[in-house]
């Protein structure tokens, strides 16, 4: 197995891990109910993915 011949200083580490920071999530526009919903899930104000009903939402 490869194992490292010399250690990597701590500034080089971090520059490694600078990529992963964490952000806040994008949100989408969704066709049915125009609210915000995550990308790629289904909007769970009206229940529609892809303008397709998935799940019954309750109004109220």
């Known amino acids: 197995m490869a194992n490292p011949k010399h250690k990597h200083s701590k500034a080089r580490r971090d520059k490694r891990r600078t990529h992963k920071k ?3 999530p994008s949100f989408s526009i969704c066709a049915q109910c125009h ?3 995550l990308p790629h899930r289904t909007c769970l104000s009206c229940g529609y993915y892809k303008k397709v009903a998935i799940i019954a939402v309750e109004e109220g």
Do not use: A, D, I, K
Request: a neutral charge.
């Open 22 to 24: 964490l952000v806040p």
């Open 35 to 37: 609210e915000r919903m």
